[in-house]
């Protein structure tokens, strides 16, 4: 039996058992058949990877019972009822009580292999949300989260483990939107220097007539502006981290007084003669490749050696493609918190093409895209391709998407006002019961989201 083609068929007619395994089995499924629904009942278990099959008009326990037993078992587990003609009413209140879809006799061979498909889907999503879920709780440790289960970032928490509690200096070296700040935190709050402050600097955004000042700060009258003194960064960092970033954009003289406070510990204010002495970790990252800069001329080579008592490489998105939806679901919890929406899951479609990028932005760019996708793939319908792209003034909403996206969110502002009671719902809307319940299977929405 396979995570992703595992299905119950429950019939007590023996010709209508073999005629659907057979048209199941020719569709590349995994099937098991059940003359009664006691049998099929032990081998449904919470997290079982797949879909049930079941007739609602059966001896002894009967489609409905069979129904209620396993949404007690796991509420999401896909179970799609047979019916027949008289019992439409009560598959639809099924489905209302959690029922995935119901098919009515006679149903051809086309309509049971796409509705199992569409169950098999939702069902193998739902699983990895569980488990994206379970993951992101296990790291949800306080302190800044390093998030990921590949080779890749394993390794990279293990070498945190294994120098954070040091005072040793250390160069990162990753991509833009890697995530080096989230490291350089990372080996900040795992240390003995986590109480002290973390200052961050990024040598790239700091004007380079201010940069001196801002690092090693100023006496009084140092220079025309200064009227008081200043406290440097270094200063600010004593008796914890200081982290500076894009070190390769450090003007060629300030690296100089660099190496100077890096072998000395201690720094001098411009416009004073005195040494104040330091006790700072000091955590460079860089984006390009230093010891290349260093043979080029561009960035000083003793600096460089200096700097890199510990080296850690920190990988591209790219090289570790599995992590994606696991980030991916973190940031739409994020952004779902951030925005106070609610955070709408990932279609299979959605998964395939983040996969499928290049991710030239990192983690940053899927941070965004998380963000984006919050704030307006679900609601109505974004296309995918703008979703990726972050382009919103291509391929306008039509009109009917427009309308869609207006009475979704009715509905929803409505569920969300009587947390979830159908009936309230069903009065302040002016609708009934099935239209109701219609719509709501039409949006995917889920009355328990809003209770």
Not at 47 to 73: S, Y
Request: net charge negative; glycine share 8%.
């Amino acid at each position: 039996m396979t995570a992703s083609s595992s299905v119950l068929f429950i019939d007590d007619e023996k010709h209508i058992r073999q005629a659907n395994r057979q048209t199941l089995e020719l569709a590349g499924f995994d099937v098991q058949c059940f003359s009664s629904a006691e049998q099929a009942l032990p081998l449904v278990a919470m997290d079982w990877p797949g879909v049930v099959v079941c007739d609602i008009r059966m001896p002894g326990m009967d489609g409905l019972e069979f129904l209620r037993r396993t949404l007690e078992i796991d509420r999401e587990l896909p179970v799609i009822l047979v019916t027949g003609h008289g019992d439409i009413s009560m598959a639809v209140n099924a489905i209302r009580d959690g029922a995935y879809d119901f098919i009515e006799k006679p149903f051809s061979a086309e309509a049971l292999v796409r509705t199992v498909h569409q169950a098999l889907d939702k069902r193998a999503l739902t699983l990895e949300n569980r488990q994206l879920r379970q993951e992101l709780q296990t790291q949800s440790a306080p302190g800044p989260r390093i998030i990921g289960r590949t080779a890749p970032m394993q390794r990279l928490r293990a070498t945190i483990a294994q120098i954070a509690d040091t005072d040793a200096d250390v160069l990162l070296v990753g991509e833009t939107g890697t995530g080096k700040e989230l490291v350089a935190r990372s080996l900040h709050e795992n240390s003995g220097r986590a109480g002290a402050n973390f200052v961050a600097v990024n040598c790239g955004a700091v004007p380079e007539n201010l940069i001196e000042s801002e690092l090693f700060g100023h006496e009084a009258g140092a220079f025309t502006g200064a009227r008081e003194r200043r406290i440097g960064k270094f200063e600010h960092a004593d008796g914890g981290t200081l982290f500076l970033d894009e070190i390769e954009s450090m003007p060629s003289h300030l690296q100089v007084r660099l190496l100077r406070v890096l072998q000395e510990r201690a720094v001098e204010r411009l416009g004073s003669n005195r040494l104040i002495p330091l006790d700072v970790r000091v955590i460079a990252a860089s984006k390009g490749d230093l010891r290349a800069a260093a043979e080029q001329g561009s960035f000083r080579e003793d600096l460089y050696y200096r700097l890199n008592v510990v080296r850690i490489e920190i990988p591209p998105l790219r090289e570790r493609r599995e992590d994606i939806p696991l980030l991916f679901h973190h940031f739409l919890l994020v952004a779902a918190a951030r925005y106070q929406r609610e955070a709408p899951p990932p279609e299979p479609e959605l998964i395939r093409a983040l996969l499928a990028h290049d991710w030239p932005g990192n983690v940053r760019e899927l941070r965004n895209m998380a963000e984006r996708h919050v704030l307006l793939g679900a609601a109505c319908g974004y296309d995918l391709d703008q979703l990726m792209r972050g382009d919103g003034t291509e391929a306008p909403i039509l009109l009917p998407e427009q309308v869609a996206c207006f009475e979704k969110s009715v509905i929803e502002q409505a569920l969300a006002s009587h947390k979830g009671n159908i009936k309230q719902t069903m009065a302040v809307l002016g609708v009934p019961r099935k239209t109701l319940y219609d719509k709501m299977r039409k949006y995917g929405l889920d009355k328990r989201n809003y209770k």
